[in-house]
T-cell receptor, first 116, second 113 residues
């Protein structure tokens, strides 16, 4: 099946720094990538949808200036958490789809962010 | 608006018991897709099944089976002869015409030896 990677898998940073998370589709071209956030023992919440070459579409309540998304190619999307604070600590998961409603999204392994 | 309800927050069973995880959904779309995912402690989501709204046939895959009832908007998941390795959080999800996945809150399944 399709493989999606995320890097890094874990990151610990100081408050006020910015953190970049990469999401790559390794063996297919992803026209659309999705970014989710998951708090401990909670469900996955969609943060934004990114399409290659265009601006990301953010869900209501998600600060676009705080969570910068760049989908520069058909195999790479990045999420940058700017000026991170402890409340941004969470598990971030990306998924990639090849388009079409019948295709499932392929999920990355997730990135655990801890902001001290 | 789409909504997925997994009423069971936690379930605990003893190995070899059968267990059913419930999922009820709401959508106004006539064409939609339903999914089940497994999330072990490592965190990675494991895809289990996809069903489209026009296919109400139940499906069996090894010890796993799924019961799709459109009349009650339910898509329940049964594990027969559960094993310790089945312990995980299981998510039911719905995708409608906007291609966005809406997840239920998940059911934590613990299978004790």
């Amino acid at each position: 099946g399709a493989v999606v990677s995320q890097h890094p898998s874990r990151v610990i940073c100081k408050s006020g720094t910015s953190v970049k998370i990469e999401c790559r589709s390794l063996d297919f071209q992803a026209t659309t990538m999705f970014w989710y956030r998951q708090f401990p023992k909670k469900s996955l919440m969609l943060m934004a949808t990114s399409n290659e070459g265009s601006k990301a579409t953010y869900e209501q309540g998600v600060e676009k200036d705080k969570f910068l998304i760049n989908h520069a190619s058909l195999t790479l999307s990045t999420l940058t958490v700017t000026s991170a604070h402890p409340e941004d600590s969470s598990f971030y998961i990306c998924s990639a789809g090849a388009g079409g409603g019948g295709n499932e999204q392929f999920f990355g392994p997730g990135t655990r962010l801890t902001v001290l | 608006a789409q909504k997925v309800t997994q009423a069971q927050t936690e379930i605990s069973v003893v190995e070899k018991e059968d267990v059913t995880l419930d999922c009820v959904y709401e959508t106004r779309d006539t064409t939609y897709y339903l999914f089940w995912y497994k999330q072990p402690p490592s965190g990675e989501l494991v895809f289990l099944i996809r069903r489209n709204s026009f296919d109400e046939q139940n499906e069996i895959s090894g010890r796993y089976s799924w019961n799709f009832q459109k009349s009650t908007s339910s898509f329940n998941f049964t594990i027969t002869a559960s094993q310790v390795v089945d312990s995980a959080v299981y998510f039911c999800a719905l995708r409608g015409s906007n291609y966005k996945l809406t997840f239920g809150k998940g059911t934590l399944l613990t299978v004790n030896p």
